[in-house]
């Protein structure tokens, strides 16, 4: 399950423009040149207990709704922000020093009580399973991001008004991008129980 998180804002002024989506706290940052843009990511557990799996199974139903806000196990949230400076030149407007940030916050349970070793065994392929599907959405709104950061960088328009219209409509359109392509993968997988992402 992906979520964005629906907070927008948009300020610039004669040289600086700034839009972002969302906000999270972080826990990582890194910036590369592999990926040219900076990263922020967060796994926030939330604990659950059972001495077997179907009172797991039933510490997570009764739950989630609560933590996630829908009916299900985890949850992939996530935000795209840009900033960029911009220059007049002697045929119109360029853009430069552009920075897109991605932060990914992913929310999932975690068990806190001994476990058989039968039920460990189930605990962990499940957890492994729930894992990476979540990932997959984080990296799908990365891939998102590196996209945005190419598009904006050395963008050129006849004015700056035009060509910050034009980062606008860049930015709006990636963030409905990170939204086909996330809840595409839901359904492609029926959030992940194609995958095998099920407990018990």
């Avoid at 040219?36 to 797991?56: K, M, R």
Wanted: hydrophobic fraction near 40%; aromatic fraction near 6%.
């Amino acid at each position: 399950m992906s979520e964005f998180l629906k907070k927008k804002s948009m300020k610039s002024s004669v040289l600086l423009a700034s839009s972002a989506i969302g906000g999270l706290a972080s826990l990582l940052l890194h910036c590369t040149a592999a990926l040219a843009i900076e990263e922020q990511i967060t796994v926030t557990p939330y604990p659950v207990q059972g001495s077997t799996a179907a009172a797991i199974r039933e510490d997570i139903n009764r739950q989630r709704r609560a933590i996630t806000g829908a009916d299900y196990d985890a949850i992939a949230q996530w935000v795209i922000k840009w900033e960029y400076l911009y220059e007049p030149t002697a045929t119109g407007c360029v853009s430069t020093e552009v920075t897109v940030t991605h932060t990914g916050k992913i929310i999932m349970p975690q068990i806190v009580t001994p476990l058989t070793a039968t039920v460990r065994q189930q605990w962990l392929e499940y957890h492994r399973r729930l894992t990476a599907h979540e990932q997959q959405h984080i990296q799908y709104t990365r891939e998102v991001a590196q996209a945005l950061e190419a598009q904006l960088t050395g963008m050129t328009a006849p004015t700056c008004d035009q060509l910050n219209a034009q980062a606008i409509a860049y930015g709006e359109a990636a963030i409905a991008n990170a939204h086909r392509l996330t809840h595409a993968y839901d359904q492609r997988t029926n959030n992940g129980e194609t995958e095998g992402v099920r407990f018990p």
